[in-house]
């Protein structure tokens, strides 16, 4: 079993930064698939961006990309989603997921074994 918590959310103004970790604690895996994903109500759960592990580069959607960036530190067992230039269209609950292995369908939210609770982000304009 992995467990993951998020931390890091909160309100912001327009044009701010933000850090979300994900930390994780639990089975490890030397190779997997860690991803962030956002949701707002009403909406389903969208893939923001994903790393696979071993290691690799950070895969960024592109309504983020150039904003955001995932950075992993695999000796605390954490992960970062780094958020800057922050858009009122942010606003969402941000996941963090991982599952074992290498995923390459990363935007398929039921394809990872474990979540964590969420973080709120809201951007005022």
């Known amino acids: 079993q992995v467990y993951l918590e998020e931390s890091g959310g909160g309100l912001v103004q327009a044009g701010n930064s933000l850090r979300l970790s994900c930390v994780a604690s639990g089975r490890t895996f030397s190779e997997y698939t860690m991803g962030w994903f956002r949701q707002v109500p009403g909406k389903a759960r969208e893939l923001v961006g994903a790393i696979i592990w071993k290691p690799g580069m950070p895969n960024l959607e592109e309504s983020v990309r150039g904003r955001f960036t995932i950075v992993v530190d695999n000796a605390k067992k954490a992960a970062y989603l780094q958020v800057s230039s922050l858009e009122p269209e942010d606003t969402a609950t941000y996941y963090c997921?991982?599952?074992?292995?290498?995923?390459?369908?990363?935007?398929?939210?039921?394809?990872?074994?474990?979540w964590g609770q969420g973080t709120q982000v809201t951007v005022s304009s």
């Open positions: 997921a991982v599952t074992p292995g290498s995923l390459y369908a990363q935007s398929e939210s039921n394809m990872y074994l474990y």
